[in-house]
């Protein structure tokens, strides 16, 4: 439909028309914005697709034995990735159930005023840094340095604990523990940078009324501003869940790459992600079959922890009106 | 609690002695001077504020009216950089004495704000909270009722306590944000510019709430509507900022007169309150 514009008006605001061209424009560009956004779409669909595609001979043979058997022999053809799904899990968790007390107390020190500013913005912007840090270089510093570093208290826990499976093999070097470690190192800081931001989200003026009560700094803390960041933290929590389950360089340098299953988190083990990193080389046959399948079973593992994250977040979130 | 016991009393300076015994005056600023880093805001206010009344502060913005009201229950502690000379004298006890623990202070003087600031919790809870950190030991459910009561905000409340605070209208958590405080039985409700945010029905509730409030508190309200000063409070103190040093360029607040609210509205003693007063500028 056309506007009827009379001449007196467009002689003095010339746009009161918009030219043709400039409606094209705009339709243009909404058309290419739509396309971009299916492009990631299709990207994503058709990874998965791909991957289950590829990992059809596998999971046909072995099934869901493939989850609880921890066999790697590619003279007899038998796969299973137990190993591999229990390393992952467990590293990823122990790292988060470590890093999360350390990451938020982080956070809570930083934005509260318990320490002169200037400290709290070098104690910030040295967490920032950390993130910065290649996975790498990390990798590398956890084998020549943190690993003989940490063993010979590794070791004082073996011999006290040595009767529990969990500490039940020798530290002799790499294996899981460091692997959790080096992990903490890496997801400290996507915790600690989300958990500030959320706690300096809150409102000031719910601090105030809190103090204004009587509340004493820790109740503050803890029963007002932490409840009142908790969606923050928790997505940001489960977005170093993630990070955790994915990290490959640093853990497959550190982790032993052993298929062997132990409960013992001295013990060499294996990721996911390391094992398709060490493996991918020589595979051939059923083997890239078996390395596909462990592959979609880490691609569901993530999307779930993803899902769950932005469940939480919305299910969490509190509504200031 | 160890506010007002008599150890503490031996603190006041000699030139307080009097304050001791009169017995009618709950809060008593002595010279009280605040900055904000090196920023003089406020300076050299003396003032008695009586027992059960409400006194209200007036003044143009930014003549320190907050930076006063927050110095009562050492509020502006939160505030890096605010720093206070002089006394603040609570039933006879310096509050910024060194051993004065300033959450004990804010549990005997509570605080209603500018912006209703419900906590993201129930209706229910938002009161429950604060008593609880009070340690209270009572019926919390009747507690609960009664503060809402009082604060005049019961009817709307009561069928909807599990809800959230924020499911209210603006002037209704504010009527919350006062029931929270009455709950706690401070012995003085600070209240900066309570009704600033709200319709004028709001308003009025708020008003008659603060006019039942009288009996049991000691009230200091923070306003920019002199109307409101005039028909709430009992006495009246009105603020205003001078220009400091030549090369300052910035302003400092400072009590221009402080008296009971009839005698201030009809006749003020100095030609600024007046002019304030009659709306000559502010
Ligand atoms: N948090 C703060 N930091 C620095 N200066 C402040 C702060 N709060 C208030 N001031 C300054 O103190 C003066 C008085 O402010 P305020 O007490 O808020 O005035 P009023 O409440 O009467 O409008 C103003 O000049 C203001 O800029
Ligand atoms: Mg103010």
């Not at chain 2, 706690?184 to 309570?194: A, R």
Request: aromatic share 10%.
């Amino acid at each position: 439909m056309l506007l009827r514009v009379d001449k007196a008006t467009t002689s003095k605001f010339s746009l009161r028309k918009r030219p043709t061209s400039e409606k094209l424009v705009d339709i243009g560009f909404k058309n290419i914005v739509v396309a971009m956004a299916s492009m990631v779409a299709v990207v994503l669909f058709s990874i998965f697709a791909v991957v289950y595609y590829e990992s059809t001979e596998s999971i046909s043979r072995y099934g869901l034995r493939f989850l609880f058997s921890s066999a790697w022999d590619p003279v007899t053809d038998e796969y299973g990735a137990f190993t591999a799904i229990y390393g992952t899990l467990f590293t990823s968790i122990a790292s988060l159930l470590i890093a999360i007390p350390l990451g938020v107390g982080t956070a809570i020190f930083i934005t509260e005023n318990i320490i002169p500013e200037y400290i709290r913005n070098i104690i910030g912007i040295m967490v920032e840094l950390l993130a910065a840090i290649p996975s790498v270089v990390l990798g590398l510093w956890a084998v020549f340095i943190m690993e003989p570093f940490i063993r010979p208290f590794l070791n004082i826990i073996y011999e006290l604990f040595g009767f529990i499976p969990f500490f039940g093999t020798e530290p002799i070097g790499a294996g899981m523990m460091p692997a959790i470690l080096i992990l903490v190192v890496m997801i400290l800081p996507i915790i600690t940078s989300i958990s500030k931001d959320s706690l300096n989200q809150v409102p000031s003026n719910l601090r105030q009324a809190a103090y204004g009560i009587g509340a004493t700094r820790w109740t503050t803390i803890f029963k007002v501003i932490i409840p009142a960041a908790i969606s923050g933290i928790t997505g940001g929590v489960l977005l170093a869940l993630g990070r955790a389950m994915g990290e490959t360089m640093a853990v497959t340098m550190i982790i032993g790459n052993s298929n062997n299953f132990s409960w013992s988190i001295f013990a060499p083990s294996y990721t996911i992600s390391s094992m398709l990193a060490n493996q991918f080389g020589e595979a051939d046959g059923s083997q890239v079959s078996s390395l596909m399948y462990a592959a979609f079973i880490l691609m569901i593992l993530t999307l779930m922890v993803n899902v769950f994250a932005q469940w939480i977040v919305k299910k969490l979130s509190l509504k200031y009106q | 609690m160890n506010i007002g016991n008599n150890k503490m009393i031996n603190k006041i300076s000699p030139k307080n002695k009097k304050l001791q015994n009169d017995s009618s005056i709950s809060v008593s600023l002595d010279n009280v001077s605040i900055k904000y880093g090196n920023t003089v805001a406020v300076k050299n206010i003396f003032c008695d504020i009586k027992k059960n009344q409400v006194t209200s502060f007036i003044g143009p913005s930014g003549c320190g009216k907050s930076t006063v009201i927050r110095a009562i229950n050492r509020m502006n502690d939160l505030i890096e950089g605010c720093k206070l000379s002089g006394s603040v004298i609570f039933e006879g006890t310096d509050i910024y004495a060194d051993d004065i623990d300033p959450v004990e202070v804010r549990r005997r003087i509570g605080m209603v704000f500018q912006q209703p600031n419900p906590f993201p919790k129930s209706i229910y809870e938002n009161i429950a909270f604060g008593a609880r950190v009070n340690g209270f030991r009572g019926d919390m459910d009747q507690l609960v009722e009664e503060s809402l009561t009082k604060a005049a905000v019961w009817d709307e409340c009561k069928d909807k306590l599990n809800e959230s605070g924020y499911s209210l209208s603006g002037g209704q958590q504010q009527r919350l944000c006062i029931a929270r405080t009455i709950a706690i039985e401070p012995d003085v409700i600070l209240m900066d510019e309570p009704c600033s945010a709200l319709d004028p029905l709001s308003t009025l509730k708020i008003e008659e709430t603060i006019h039942e409030l009288k009996k049991n508190f000691t009230i200091i309200i923070v306003t920019h509507n002199m109307q409101q000063a005039n028909r709430v409070s009992d006495f009246t103190a009105f603020f205003n900022t001078e220009k400091k040093g030549k090369d300052l360029g910035g302003k400092v607040g400072f009590l221009v007169e402080f008296s009971k609210t009839k005698s201030m509205f009809n006749s003020p003693k100095q030609k600024s309150t007046q002019d304030y007063i009659s709306g000559k500028f502010g």
